[in-house]
């Protein structure tokens, strides 16, 4: 009450003693009105600041071979996610702060943003596991796979899909504001199709069921999940988990989708195109390169005629296809990554001292293997698993001397044809012996110099040595050069004599 008597004298004084004081200055409530006069306090600290697609592309780019356009979508999606999370509690204040003082805000204030769900398509070793790894490391967020093979409806044996967010709470150590800006990633979705045979009576409940279970957790709701568990297996209470900034990437092979893309292309809606449409059902693809760049023209109609529901495929409005990798990428798979396959090896034999040496030849047959195979990225892994066993088995056994193994070669007679198996890596147990066997069979190895080319770099330093002691011995003994004259002199005599 004195305050709004004092408020008002001093507005009196102000206008003067004839002026009439405006009621809205009454009616302003005490915050707006000291805001004005009183100083006014710090800004917000500014919300932290989340890397760039570039930027995100170039992370991607040290774990990740090829597979371009999928970074770029990846990139640009993972950004705008969290660019989002990370501005709302600023823009929340300001709305609120604006509703206080009844000062009206324009309409791109009150503009709310949702999140983006993201379908990976692609054969199996494309990297899309990898992919969603890689961006979860580098946004450093919690991060979780799960299987939807192992998912059921509501009520029946098996997982719930409630289940994928707790074990996204145990990634964050039960740290819910954590956990509710990580990233869920739900492999083999592509198992949730409907099933052809299955009649209307009977319920799908690990098909269809589970799609229409997933739908509320993709849009945004919140869940509850057990608490942290104690050693009697009994859960402490519930605590409430909102999906609304939980990024969903849904991955799957998809094997026969190329098949209904190209029906598509050449679909006729009568006359001549009906059988032809038969055929391409009938066979397969051979061309496994051709028939996963038909992913990059996917749409709606093609995956609900896969299996996939429509409102399921309307959670997930990013689908983005990934391609068969071709044999030079598997080649950059093998040693250029961060986490190579090649450097994973060549680290593991390290800790036993000992050497491993792989050929250019040999990495490209590996290769070459594993896209006969069309097992991609999965099956380099395998491949070269096989070839290094023998090697793995005898190297920690091995003792000092004789028996110690220093080096371990892989080369194409180690890999073998395409069609049928080598005969392993090769083991050195002497100093000499590898550079011995490189010299004899004229192989090339990265790290190690050819033996043509080493003798002829031996040969010039031992040239160097002897011009710079020649040199010495001229500066030093004086005498020197009258005997050098004479032994050349008795030389040439001596060469004109035989001659």
């Not at 798979?333 to 792989?358: C, D, S, T, W």
């Not at 088995?393 to 044809?417: H, Q, R, Y």
């Not at 004259?485 to 004599?497: G, R």
Request: positive net charge.
């Amino acid at each position: 009450m004195y305050a709004a008597a004092a408020r008002r004298l001093l507005l009196y004084t102000r206008t003067g003693a004839g002026a009439r004081v405006p009621p809205l200055a009454v009616r302003l409530p005490s915050s707006c009105y000291y805001s004005a006069t009183a100083p006014s306090k710090s800004p917000p600290p500014p919300p932290p600041r989340f890397p760039t697609p570039k930027e995100i592309r170039r992370g991607l780019d040290q774990f990740v071979v090829g597979q371009e356009k999928a970074k770029k979508v990846l990139c640009v999606a993972v950004h705008n996610h969290y660019k989002r999370i990370y501005s709302e509690p600023s823009s929340n204040n300001s709305s609120r702060t604006a509703a206080d003082c009844n000062v009206s805000t324009s309409g791109n204030d009150d503009t709310e943003l949702e999140k983006s769900n993201i379908l990976l398509i692609g054969p199996t070793g494309s990297g899309k596991t990898l992919l969603a790894k890689t961006l979860a490391r580098f946004a450093n967020v919690p991060f979780v796979i799960a299987d939807a093979t192992s998912i059921t409806q509501a009520g029946y044996s098996g997982e719930d899909v409630e289940s994928i967010v707790y074990k996204l709470l145990v990634a964050a150590d039960f740290n819910v504001e954590a956990a509710e800006r990580g990233i869920i990633y739900i492999d083999e979705v592509d198992k949730l199709a409907k099933q052809v045979g299955c009649q209307e009576e009977w319920r799908d409940v690990s098909g269809e069921g589970v799609q229409q279970a997933l739908l509320k957790i993709f849009e945004g709701t919140v869940i509850n999940v057990p608490r942290k568990r104690s050693r009697d297996s009994t859960s402490d209470g519930y605590v409430e988990v909102d999906t609304k900034n939980i990024p969903f990437i849904c991955g799957g092979a998809f094997s026969d989708l190329g098949k209904i893309i190209s029906e598509r292309h050449c679909r006729s809606p009568f006359g001549f195109g009906t059988p032809i449409c038969r055929e391409l059902r009938d066979h397969a693809l051979t061309n496994a390169l051709v028939e996963s760049s038909l992913l990059h023209d996917i749409e709606n109609d093609d995956l609900i005629a896969y299996g996939l529901t429509p409102e399921f495929i309307g959670r997930l409005p990013i689908t983005v296809g990934l391609t068969h990798l071709t044999e030079d990428q598997l080649v950059q798979v093998l040693r250029e990554p961060k986490n190579a396959i090649g450097k994973q090896y060549k680290k593991l034999f390290k800790m036993n001292n000992v050497k491993l040496h792989i050929t250019e030849n040999a990495l490209r047959l590996i290769a070459k293997k594993a896209a006969a195979r069309e097992t991609g990225a999965r099956g380099l892994r395998s491949i070269t698993e096989g070839i290094l066993t023998e090697a793995m088995f005898e190297i920690p056994d091995a003792g000092e001397g004789k028996e110690k193994i220093i080096t371990v070669l892989v080369d194409e007679e180690s890999v073998g044809p395409v069609s049928r198996r080598g005969c392993g890596a090769k083991i050195f147990r002497d100093d000499g012996a590898l550079e011995l066997y490189i010299y004899q069979n004229n192989i090339r190895v990265p790290g190690l110099i050819h033996g043509p080319k080493r003798n002829v770099i031996f040969s010039f330093c031992l040239i160097v040595v002897l011009s710079a002691a020649k040199l010495w011995v001229y500066h030093t003994f004086h005498c020197f050069s009258s005997v050098y004259a004479w032994i050349v002199l008795i030389l040439c005599k001596a060469n004109i004599f035989t001659q």
